[in-house]
Nanobody
Framework: QVQLVESGGGLVQSGSSLRLACITSGFTLEHYAIGWFRQAPGKKREAVSLISGGYDVSFVADSAKGRFAISKDTAKKTVFLQMNDLKSEDTGVYFC?????????????????WGRGTQVTVSS
């Protein structure tokens, strides 16, 4: 069955780095785009980044540009989110999700499977 499992979260200080991993199974990664979203307490889930299934086209939200980078290892069926220069406003639960294509990548309702999330807490 389709599964996405996030890992790599933790408690870090402002200015630190973390690398999140989304380990996928049950489908062909090259056929789907994988996106990262985050949700802070009391806030709506927001899109962070996405990488396409093929050609490695990627998108990054304005709030993360210049600090976050998305990549994938197809052989390991894993998508990574490298987060540098973390800020307190980056705190939240980070989820990865699967969708067909890259259009409207920031619309969470277009994703059909999600992982359970990994907590990222950045202390100032």
């Amino acid at each position: 069955q389709v599964q996405l499992v996030e890992s790599g979260g933790g408690l870090v200080q402002s200015g630190s780095s973390l690398r999140l991993a989304c380990i996928t199974s049950g489908f062909t990664l090259e056929h789907y785009a994988i996106g990262w979203f985050r949700q802070a307490p009391g806030k709506k889930r927001e899109a962070v980044s996405l990488i396409s299934g093929g050609y490695d086209v990627s998108f990054v939200a304005d709030s993360a540009k210049g600090r976050f980078a998305i990549s994938k290892d197809t052989a390991k069926k894993t998508v990574f989110l490298q987060m540098n220069d973390l800020k307190s406003e980056d705190t939240g639960v980070y989820f990865c999700g699967r969708k067909r294509g890259t259009a409207n990548w920031s619309s969470g309702e277009l994703y059909d499977y999600w992982g359970r999330g990994t907590q990222v807490t950045v202390s100032s």
